[in-house]
């Protein structure tokens, strides 16, 4: 029986069935953890992004058994094709094999592998609080099927995405505008592309980028989305933008004769540098929740299932120990440190560079005309973000 | 805590003080409800409002508009439910009492700045839900009105009895909204407080006016009863006129008079044909009506006018038997005076709408009314009173055949006695001259409130201005200058408190159920049942919060005491804190 007198115990509660979530839960149940993931929507579901698996996140795919399945959904993808803003082209390929995925697709995938490794889920449960006793995470206040109930548990990983309730429930809730974007997003079909993930460093979208990333296992299906910061955001809207890039660029063209299939929409995109420490006390926060988007590409997924697979070591860690205080859960944080604190910083001077468009211009052109630098910037790109 | 300094400076009514303190208060932003009642309370007026920003970055997560973020900050210290209402409510604070289930503190709290909570539970046209942020950013406006009438449906009325602590008396002419409100605020400030109305029931327009199907009387005079057993004296069929006069009443030795008599009497226009039988003034019809007494009425009617009056009357006419009712207003259609609501529900009903058309005559044969001719109107002027004057198109008249008319064009006060009385002028609007800031007219003591004034004629509008007459009155009557302690700004909150639609709990808006039988005159709203109010109540954002000031604070600790949800804590100062 699931539910006994509103309280619910379990080892490990993840919160949210996004990438992070469910890789996570997967990462513990196959140890023969007892997790339960939750997570407020119905799936399939879809989410605001641009689909893109790296090679990072196919090496999770392929640890937890999905990569069959992501493989028949998928689009696999070279790498990418940089756009300046005087609309010169250059190819970065990528090693590895890296899907588009359409998260509506993906994440159910990734939700059905953590069931498979033994996670237990719950969907349409909404969470709204922590319960917290002595300064220690006990578990989570939830909605579920109308009635209030209390889900308590050893450790709490937030997986709950750009919104999170559980980072805001324990004030971990970074809101920097430097520091997080907003995007739009939809699909289009009947697009002529290439084989690659095409990032419009367009003159009249700059300091923002547009993306159109082949999606999905059907040819010419677009995810075409824009992503801005929120410190630059107060003019246009990224609907306006998208208009302007259609109707001005060469790149932006081939969408009026291509067809829109989905609405537009929006998501908040926290990224890395303004992520203070992610745990406390009984609580880890990966993914989105733990503002773990990368700055200038928007790539979230790669980072959320690797934080999720940090945070799962840490949880077993810690399970193993019975010790589940702030001091032990520090081991989770220092992991992230080590891997995300040089990639920030590195990008955040490219970040810089990549606001003014004279300079997008002469990395596009240098690029092309010299063999070592182009390599340069491909390790910088590519390499980086493998495992060292 | 580092900027707590023991020693302050702080004033209180124009006065500067020094003192050391303590201690130092802080609301916990996350269980404050946002009574405001603290924020009233504070004789140093150190707690502001905050107001939580609301994201609508994307398209979607919202039916609302997108904003960008600095239009966000800028949006939620301009909007709230909480300086939308005239009287000071803020309703954010008896609305989350109810998502708490805490039925008789959240009457409370309501009755405290409202003497008639069940009238305006039912008629007041909520200025609060169209400033509600859930409704203009989310998707549909907390129904604020029916959870006030929810609480006054299933909480017993508890008024704890007026004790007079001072020995000045007050007269105030008219038992109208204007007058209970001012009277209430007197009597809790402690003074002697006579209301005199003239006719044997009071509320004045609210019963005169107010069709049944919309306030049940028996509500109005179950509230104003429970006013009185609480110590309100009002003396019936008291007309003050010429015999008694107000000079009369200030030789009785009443500190101050206040006019609140209304604006009672039905204008009709001065067209041909405005004698014949079956035309009526809006007033004397719908208080006939009221009042149960038979009116002969025909089958096709015409309203002229197009306010809440000319609507109420409309609907009225069709409960009575008329077949077809039809408002004609100067107006166009996009500015039809009556709230978008009431036009609604009568066209609901049946009510037809004609617009941009000024009568010209009312066609008869011989005192049988035929029709009314209109002709189109191309522009609408006004003049230094506020009276509106419309310009008609030659050439475009046309006829409405009609056996009732029924003119709504507006009330006017009959001031003629009364001022007589006091040894004042009447204006060429005939009206009394007053300050707009202090309420008093040319005679000194003598105020006026309420449909007296220019101010607009909502029954929430009417109860306001006897508040602040009532305040005026007490800072003259005290020789001091007190601020009206509901009106204030707003601060935007701190990044951090930022509220994220997506986060929402998923609810959707309760339907108020309505009686289906339309033809008679129960009340048409039935009101919510307690499981809806508390889903509707739980959709409250909760944007607002109470912050104290700690530069301004003394520590007095009095805001602590009367929190309802016990979301202050007295913070000791430590000595020689930096």
Redo the contacts between chains.
Sequence with gaps: MLIMNKIIERDVIVVGAGPGGSTCAAYLAREGVDVLLMDKETFPRDKTCGDSQAEVTMEHVKELGAYEEVKKAGYCNKGFLLTSPDYSKAYLDAPGERYTTPRRIFDNIMKNTAIRCGAEMIEDCWVYDVIKEDGQVKGVKAKYQGEYIEFRSKIVIGADGSHSMVAKAIGIFPDNPVCTGAGLRCYYENVPMEKYLEIHFDQNVLPGYIWVFPSGNREGVANVGIGINLDVYDSKTLKEYIDIFIETSPYGKRLKDARQISEWKGWRLPTGPQAGENYDAGVMLIGDAGSMILPLTGEGIGPATETAKMAADTALDALKANDFSAEFLKAYADKRHDTYDIKYKSIMTLDDVFRNPQNINGIVKRYNLDPIFKEEVLKQMFFAHSKK | MDDLHKGIDFRIADKTFSQERQAVASIDPSICINCGKCRRICPTEAIDEFQRVI?R?????AEGP?M???QSEQYAHEHACSIACPLGTVPEGYVNLIAQEKFIEAYELISELNPLPAVCGRICHHPCEDECKRGTLIDKTVNIRGLKRFVTDNVKPIIAPFKQKLDKKIAIIGAGPAGIMAAFDLLKKGYKVTVFEAGPKSGGMMRLCIPDFRLDKEILQSEIKTLEDAGMDIRYNAKIGSKPSINDLFKDKYSAVLIAVGASKGMALPIEGAEAEKVYNAVSLMSRINAKIPVEIGRKAVVIGGGSVALDTARTLLRAGTEEATCVCIEDSNSIPAWDWEIEEAKKEGVEFVTSSCPTSILTEWVTVKGVEFKKVKEINCDEYGRLKPIVEDGTGFTIKADTVVFATGQKPDLTLLAKGADLNLNAAGMLDYDKETLMTEREGLFIAGDVTTAKGSVIDSLASGRKAALMIDNMLMGRELKDRTEHTLKTAD??E?I?P??L??LSPQIMPEIKDRNGFDEIEIGFSEKQAVLEAKRCLKCGYENVDSSKCIGCGVCLTICPVDAIMLNKVQEGGC
């Design positions: 994201c970055l994307c398209p979607d997560c997108e960008f973020p600095v990044a951090k930022k994220f997506a986060r709990e998923k």
